[in-house]
Protein backbone atom coordinates (compact mmCIF):
# COMPACT_ATOMS: atom_id res chain seq x y z
CA UNK A 1 0.00 0.00 0.00
CA UNK A 2 1.59 3.15 -0.83
CA UNK A 3 1.81 5.58 2.10
CA UNK A 4 1.34 9.44 1.55
CA UNK A 5 3.26 11.90 3.43
CA UNK A 6 2.56 15.63 4.17
CA UNK A 7 5.31 17.99 4.72
CA UNK A 8 5.02 21.36 5.83
CA UNK A 9 7.81 24.02 5.24
CA UNK A 10 8.33 21.77 1.88
CA UNK A 11 10.26 24.69 -0.07
CA UNK A 12 12.45 25.48 3.56
CA UNK A 13 15.95 23.52 3.63
CA UNK A 14 14.97 20.74 5.34
CA UNK A 15 11.67 20.39 3.24
CA UNK A 16 13.27 20.20 -0.04
CA UNK A 17 15.46 17.61 1.11
CA UNK A 18 12.88 15.97 2.72
CA UNK A 19 11.17 15.92 -0.55
CA UNK A 20 13.00 14.19 -2.40
CA UNK A 21 14.56 11.89 0.00
CA UNK A 22 10.51 10.69 0.06
CA UNK A 23 10.07 10.40 -3.82
CA UNK A 24 12.76 8.70 -3.78
CA UNK A 25 11.96 5.86 -1.51
CA UNK A 26 8.69 5.66 -3.32
CA UNK A 27 6.11 7.41 -0.86
CA UNK A 28 3.05 9.87 -1.90
CA UNK A 29 4.68 13.24 -1.47
CA UNK A 30 2.26 16.44 -0.37
CA UNK A 31 4.36 19.21 -0.05
CA UNK A 32 2.59 22.28 1.34
CA UNK A 33 4.17 25.58 1.68
CA UNK A 34 2.89 29.38 1.81
CA UNK A 35 4.38 30.42 -1.38
CA UNK A 36 2.79 29.23 -4.58
CA UNK A 37 5.98 30.28 -7.06
CA UNK A 38 8.48 28.25 -5.05
CA UNK A 39 6.02 24.92 -4.65
CA UNK A 40 6.34 25.35 -8.51
CA UNK A 41 10.03 25.31 -8.68
CA UNK A 42 9.72 22.52 -6.40
CA UNK A 43 7.41 21.14 -8.49
CA UNK A 44 9.56 21.28 -11.36
CA UNK A 45 12.82 20.07 -9.62
CA UNK A 46 11.45 16.69 -8.90
CA UNK A 47 9.32 16.67 -12.44
CA UNK A 48 11.32 13.20 -13.50
CA UNK A 49 9.95 11.68 -10.05
CA UNK A 50 6.12 10.69 -9.68
CA UNK A 51 3.70 10.92 -6.66
CA UNK A 52 4.39 14.41 -5.64
CA UNK A 53 1.11 16.58 -4.70
CA UNK A 54 1.92 20.86 -3.94
CA UNK A 55 -0.67 22.21 -2.00
CA UNK A 56 -0.23 26.49 -0.67
CA UNK A 57 -1.67 26.87 2.81
CA UNK A 58 -1.06 28.97 5.65
CA UNK A 59 -0.52 26.66 8.81
CA UNK A 60 -0.94 29.19 11.13
CA UNK A 61 -4.70 29.87 9.64
CA UNK A 62 -7.31 27.76 11.17
CA UNK A 63 -9.91 28.09 8.41
CA UNK A 64 -7.12 27.53 5.62
CA UNK A 65 -5.26 24.25 7.05
CA UNK A 66 -8.85 22.87 7.78
CA UNK A 67 -9.63 23.15 4.10
CA UNK A 68 -6.46 22.08 3.37
CA UNK A 69 -6.64 18.96 5.08
CA UNK A 70 -10.20 17.97 4.30
CA UNK A 71 -9.18 17.94 0.50
CA UNK A 72 -6.18 16.20 1.07
CA UNK A 73 -9.16 13.18 2.92
CA UNK A 74 -11.23 14.00 0.52
CA UNK A 75 -8.58 12.88 -2.41
CA UNK A 76 -6.10 10.21 -0.73
CA UNK A 77 -8.27 9.28 2.35
CA UNK A 78 -5.82 9.73 5.18
CA UNK A 79 -2.02 10.68 6.23
CA UNK A 80 0.54 8.05 6.85
CA UNK A 81 3.02 10.54 7.95
CA UNK A 82 3.34 14.03 8.94
CA UNK A 83 6.36 15.79 9.01
CA UNK A 84 6.02 19.34 10.18
CA UNK A 85 9.31 21.32 8.98
CA UNK A 86 7.37 24.55 9.56
CA UNK A 87 10.04 27.32 11.95
CA UNK A 88 12.04 30.56 11.77
CA UNK A 89 13.48 32.15 14.82
CA UNK A 90 13.28 35.63 15.68
CA UNK A 91 15.21 37.18 18.63
CA UNK A 92 18.12 38.80 20.04
CA UNK A 93 16.29 40.73 22.56
CA UNK A 94 16.01 40.40 26.36
CA UNK A 95 12.36 39.73 27.98
CA UNK A 96 12.16 42.94 29.34
CA UNK A 97 12.85 44.22 25.99
CA UNK A 98 10.66 41.61 24.04
CA UNK A 99 7.39 42.77 21.98
CA UNK A 100 4.36 40.88 22.37
CA UNK A 101 4.29 41.03 18.47
CA UNK A 102 7.80 39.25 18.44
CA UNK A 103 6.62 37.09 21.23
CA UNK A 104 3.20 36.42 19.23
CA UNK A 105 5.06 35.56 16.07
CA UNK A 106 7.28 33.15 17.62
CA UNK A 107 4.40 31.28 19.31
CA UNK A 108 2.09 31.39 16.03
CA UNK A 109 4.93 30.44 13.17
CA UNK A 110 6.43 27.31 15.86
CA UNK A 111 3.49 26.19 17.65
CA UNK A 112 0.23 27.24 17.23
CA UNK A 113 1.06 25.95 13.60
CA UNK A 114 1.71 22.84 14.81
CA UNK A 115 -1.31 22.83 16.84
CA UNK A 116 -3.76 23.42 14.11
CA UNK A 117 -2.19 20.84 11.46
CA UNK A 118 -1.74 18.07 14.14
CA UNK A 119 -5.51 19.02 14.94
CA UNK A 120 -6.90 18.21 11.70
CA UNK A 121 -4.51 15.11 10.88
CA UNK A 122 -5.36 12.95 13.90
CA UNK A 123 -9.04 11.93 13.27
CA UNK A 124 -8.01 10.32 10.27
CA UNK A 125 -4.67 9.00 11.97
CA UNK A 126 -6.64 7.53 14.92
CA UNK A 127 -9.33 6.20 11.77
CA UNK A 128 -7.05 4.36 9.88
CA UNK A 129 -5.61 3.16 13.56
CA UNK A 130 -1.63 3.85 12.15
CA UNK A 131 0.19 7.04 11.89
CA UNK A 132 3.71 9.30 12.64
CA UNK A 133 3.97 12.75 13.25
CA UNK A 134 7.41 13.83 13.30
CA UNK A 135 8.41 17.19 14.46
CA UNK A 136 11.15 19.74 14.30
CA UNK A 137 12.16 21.25 18.34
CA UNK A 138 15.51 23.01 18.75
CA UNK A 139 18.32 22.50 21.21
CA UNK A 140 17.65 25.81 22.28
CA UNK A 141 14.43 24.75 23.94
CA UNK A 142 16.31 22.11 26.23
CA UNK A 143 19.07 24.57 27.08
CA UNK A 144 17.75 27.59 27.62
CA UNK A 145 19.81 31.12 26.77
CA UNK A 146 19.56 34.70 27.66
CA UNK A 147 17.68 37.27 24.51
CA UNK A 148 15.66 33.93 23.00
CA UNK A 149 12.67 33.59 25.24
CA UNK A 150 10.23 33.91 22.60
CA UNK A 151 11.65 31.52 20.27
CA UNK A 152 12.73 28.99 23.45
CA UNK A 153 9.23 28.85 24.36
CA UNK A 154 7.64 28.35 21.31
CA UNK A 155 10.09 25.69 20.47
CA UNK A 156 9.62 23.95 24.41
CA UNK A 157 6.13 23.98 23.54
CA UNK A 158 7.20 21.86 20.28
CA UNK A 159 8.30 19.16 22.47
CA UNK A 160 5.43 19.08 25.41
CA UNK A 161 2.53 19.38 22.20
CA UNK A 162 4.80 16.18 20.46
CA UNK A 163 4.83 15.00 23.88
CA UNK A 164 1.13 14.98 24.26
CA UNK A 165 0.64 14.04 20.82
CA UNK A 166 2.69 10.78 21.64
CA UNK A 167 0.37 9.78 24.62
CA UNK A 168 -2.99 9.95 23.14
CA UNK A 169 -1.66 8.25 19.95
CA UNK A 170 -0.79 5.16 21.92
CA UNK A 171 -3.30 2.97 21.39
CA UNK A 172 -4.25 4.55 17.82
CA UNK A 173 -0.49 3.08 17.01
CA UNK A 174 -0.01 6.53 16.07
CA UNK A 175 4.31 7.42 16.71
CA UNK A 176 5.06 11.07 17.37
CA UNK A 177 8.01 12.10 17.88
CA UNK A 178 11.03 15.34 17.65
CA UNK A 179 14.08 16.48 16.17
CA UNK A 180 16.33 19.07 18.42
CA UNK A 181 18.50 20.28 15.95
CA UNK A 182 21.47 22.83 16.88
CA UNK A 183 21.76 25.61 14.13
CA UNK A 184 20.92 23.94 10.75
CA UNK A 185 23.23 24.46 7.92
CA UNK A 186 21.35 26.54 5.71
CA UNK A 187 22.43 29.50 3.02
CA UNK A 188 19.85 31.97 5.13
CA UNK A 189 21.65 31.08 8.89
CA UNK A 190 25.13 31.45 6.70
CA UNK A 191 24.48 34.93 5.51
CA UNK A 192 22.87 36.09 9.23
CA UNK A 193 26.00 34.50 11.26
CA UNK A 194 29.24 34.84 8.47
CA UNK A 195 31.38 34.96 11.03
CA UNK A 196 30.31 31.36 12.99
CA UNK A 197 31.92 28.51 12.18
CA UNK A 198 29.35 26.64 10.25
CA UNK A 199 31.30 22.96 10.00
CA UNK A 200 29.66 22.48 13.61
CA UNK A 201 26.15 23.14 12.32
CA UNK A 202 23.78 20.47 12.07
CA UNK A 203 23.65 18.92 7.93
CA UNK A 204 19.85 19.30 7.09
CA UNK A 205 20.54 15.87 4.95
CA UNK A 206 21.26 14.42 8.18
CA UNK A 207 18.17 15.24 9.68
CA UNK A 208 16.27 14.27 6.62
CA UNK A 209 17.67 10.65 7.08
CA UNK A 210 16.50 10.40 10.96
CA UNK A 211 13.20 11.55 9.83
CA UNK A 212 13.29 9.12 6.92
CA UNK A 213 14.17 6.72 9.67
CA UNK A 214 11.16 7.55 11.98
CA UNK A 215 8.98 7.52 9.58
CA UNK A 216 9.56 3.79 8.81
CA UNK A 217 8.56 0.32 10.52
CA UNK A 218 11.88 -0.02 12.02
CA UNK A 219 10.96 3.27 14.53
CA UNK A 220 6.99 1.70 15.50
CA UNK A 221 8.69 1.38 18.96
CA UNK A 222 9.99 5.33 19.33
CA UNK A 223 7.42 7.87 20.73
CA UNK A 224 7.32 10.86 22.42
CA UNK A 225 11.32 11.03 22.03
CA UNK A 226 13.30 14.05 21.44
CA UNK A 227 16.02 13.30 19.05
CA UNK A 228 19.10 15.48 19.77
CA UNK A 229 21.15 16.46 16.29
CA UNK A 230 23.84 19.45 18.17
CA UNK A 231 26.51 18.73 15.47
CA UNK A 232 29.22 19.86 16.41
CA UNK A 233 28.28 22.73 18.99
Known amino acids: MEKTVLITGATGTLGQILVKKF ?3 GYRVIAMARDEKKLDVLS ?5 LQNLVTLSADVTDENNISDKINYIKEKFNTVSIFVHAVGGFSGGHLIAETSAQEWDKMITLNL ?6 SRAILPMMM ?3 SGKIITITAMAALAPKAKRAAYQVSKAGVISLTKALAEEGKKY ?3 ANTIAPGIILSEKNKKEMPDADDTKWTRPE ?12 AANDITGSIIEMPGKL
Open 23 to 25: LEK
Open 44 to 48: GSNSP
Open 173 to 175: NIQ
Open 127 to 129: AAK
Open 206 to 217: QIADMILFLASP
Open 112 to 117: RSLFLC
